[in-house]
């Protein structure tokens, strides 16, 4: 069961402002990885990440061909190093959109003037320390 708990959504939600951007990795169809940083990631809901795409490069390409990511947490000073394995949705319009970008840091919508962004969540399947130990698992 994934639950991602008070503490954690704290972590998550302020990684930006505590200068813990997360990263994501995503997959190219040919196999190629793609690593990126995103200062827009939050919790969505107990077994779900969201984040704000507005770059519309190669991460957005491969989340639309294979969604299974992983986004990295790392936290120097709490020494805190967790990888959210999961699979990923994007939302170009609608409801979900709309609440994703109400919530999403300024600084990230101050990146995207013209709200051309979209909001990708991520249904969790897997929550492990850097050491490979799961935490939580669906």
């Known amino acids: 069961m994934i639950y991602i708990d008070d503490n954690l959504r704290n972590l998550i939600d302020h ?5 813990c951007p997360m990263f994501i990795a995503t997959v ?8 990126s940083m995103r200062g827009s990631v939050l919790v969505f809901d107990r077994e779900t990440l969201a984040f704000w795409e507005r770059g519309w490069r190669m991460s957005a390409a491969n989340i639309e061909t294979n969604p299974k990511i992983v986004l990295f947490y790392r936290n120097p000073e709490k020494r805190i190093n967790l ?3 999961g699979t990923a949705t994007m939302y170009r319009a609608g409801a979900i959109r709309e609440n994703v970008m109400s919530r999403t840091v300024q600084g990230e919508l101050d990146r995207d003037p013209e709200r051309t962004g979209a909001a990708v969540l991520v249904r969790l399947y897997r929550i492990n320390q850097i050491s490979g130990e799961v935490l939580q698992e669906r």
């Open 28 to 35: 190219a169809p040919d196999g190629e990885p793609q690593i």
């Open 83 to 85: 990888r959210f394995y």
């Open 15 to 19: 990684a930006l402002n505590d200068r």
